[in-house]
């Protein structure tokens, strides 16, 4: 049977937190017209996203785009080095 978009899967979780938090929480809640649960479900779950995005996703700056892009459309030739490594590579890879 298909779940409803009302049927959202949950988990429970429970923690021991200060009275003052606790209180302070209760307050923000009201404040903004929410349960304390629904508070709590807003401010954490918007914090762990910008957290796994912060750590999902490299920012550069303008300067540092203009140079990465530039290097995707002109590569520069590879050294003696690096061709000399992608043989090797290469040979290794073969061989299995």
Same mark, same amino acid.
């Given at each position: @049977? *298909?779940? $409803?978009?009302? /049927? =959202?899967e949950?988990? #429970? !979780?429970e923690a021991?937190?200060?009275v003052?938090?606790y &209180?302070?929480m209760? #307050?923000a809640?009201?404040l903004?017209g @929410?349960?304390?649960? $629904?508070?709590?479900?807003?401010t954490?779950?918007? /914090?762990? +996203?910008?957290i =796994?995005? &912060?750590? /999902?996703?490299?920012r550069?700056a #303008?300067? /540092?785009?203009?140079?990465f892009a530039?290097?995707?459309? *002109?590569?520069?030739?590879? *050294?003696e080095? !690096? =061709? #000399?490594?992608?043989? +090797?590579? $290469?040979? @290794?890879?073969?061989? +299995?």
């Amino acid at each position: @049977m *298909n779940k $409803s978009k009302t /049927d =959202v899967e949950t988990a #429970r !979780l429970e923690a021991r937190i200060p009275v003052q938090i606790y &209180d302070l929480m209760q #307050r923000a809640a009201r404040l903004r017209g @929410m349960t304390l649960t $629904s508070y709590l479900i807003a401010t954490a779950g918007e /914090d762990a +996203r910008r957290i =796994v995005e &912060d750590a /999902d996703i490299m920012r550069l700056a #303008r300067e /540092d785009q203009t140079v990465f892009a530039e290097a995707l459309i *002109n590569p520069i030739a590879p *050294n003696e080095r !690096l =061709v #000399r490594a992608a043989k +090797r590579h $290469s040979e @290794m890879i073969e061989r +299995r």
